[in-house]
């Protein structure tokens, strides 16, 4: 996604809420919205979000007013959810097209995990397992795209998207998708 991000900055993208601690050079409201367990109980409570699911025992959820503002103005938001929220998604709004974006193997997801340092042994294996069984679940979304090679699976995203032909974003970032 932040290759995309970073060729459309005008694309909106929802922001999650989470309860795992930031990471290095993450920023509360631009890469998360950072809350503590009581503050994320209360977003469910008052039926703040638009799906939530605890992923290697960390809650991540979809903030619903951003979501709605966006959709009430004709705007076009993309949310990276997991397949609980995806499923819950589908729930309530069909009409939303669900792409998958999958890893080229279980291998070589395995492989990038480890390689960004940033999770135990016990939460690598969660990640995995939980990827086998989202791997299954691929036909229930309206399109895959492989993510092989970023700048591919970016273009598909694009064509997707009906932004093919338009220009990108002048500015160049530096990022890994």
Do not use: C
Not at 26 to 37: I, L, R, T
Not at 158 to 166: A, S
């Amino acid at each position: 996604m932040s290759g995309l991000r970073a060729r459309f900055p005008e694309i909106l993208f929802s922001v999650s809420a989470t309860t795992r601690p930031p990471r290095p050079g993450e920023v509360d409201g631009v890469n998360y919205h950072f809350v503590s367990d009581r503050q994320f109980d209360a977003l469910v409570a008052a039926d703040g979000l638009l799906e939530w699911a605890n992923y290697a025992g960390t809650r991540y959820g979809t903030p619903r007013q951003p979501v709605l503002d966006a959709l009430a103005v004709g705007k076009t938001m993309l949310l990276e959810i997991d397949l609980a929220g995806a499923r819950q998604i589908r729930a309530s709004f069909p009409e939303a097209l669900q792409v998958f974006i999958a890893p080229p193997s279980l291998e070589e997801l395995e492989r990038r995990l480890r390689g960004r340092g940033a999770e135990t042994e016990a939460q690598i294996a969660t990640r995995l397992a939980r990827a086998k069984d989202e791997l299954a679940a691929e036909s229930e979304f309206d399109i895959v795209i492989v993510n092989d090679e970023v700048g591919p699976a970016v273009d598909q995203l694009v064509e997707l998207l009906g932004l093919r032909g338009r220009a990108p974003h002048a500015n160049k970032t530096k990022g890994n998708s």
